[in-house]
Nanobody, 127 residues
């Protein structure tokens, strides 16, 4: 069973950047498809970006295309979310998620499709 720990959140001004990291332990990281979700107060958790177990396939929510980049380092058991041009509406708790995929290129976009979750890291973007 994999454990996930996020870090890198914080307070940033609009237009700024942050880099979130998620370190996995307790499992073979390279066998998991990964994703970043976010949840703002009073809103449902939503996908931000997903990546296949090899890193060869990625998927982004429309609202972050061109601003966020998901990547992974299977040697370091880490998945990263680089965020630039942050907006106040990006304010949310950001969660790392993992699941065993059906194929090496598969990515998953729904909350229900993920089996393991971190506890989240808060991102606050001021205007």
């Amino acid at each position: 069973q994999v454990q996930l720990v996020e870090s890198g959140g914080g307070l940033v001004q609009a237009g700024g950047s942050l880099r979130l990291s998620c370190v996995a332990s307790g499992g073979t990281f390279s066998t998991y498809a990964m994703a970043w979700f976010r949840q703002a107060p009073g809103k449902e958790r939503e996908l931000v970006a997903a990546i296949s177990r090899s890193g060869g396939t990625t998927y982004y929510a429309d609202f972050v295309k061109g601003r966020f980049t998901i990547s992974r380092d299977n040697a370091e058991n880490t998945v990263t979310l680089q965020m630039i041009s942050l907006k106040p509406e990006d304010t949310a708790a950001y969660y790392c998620a993992a699941r065993r995929p059906r194929s090496g290129t598969a990515v998953y976009v729904r909350v229900i499709e993920y089996d393991y979750w971190g506890r989240g890291t808060q991102v606050t973007v001021s205007s």
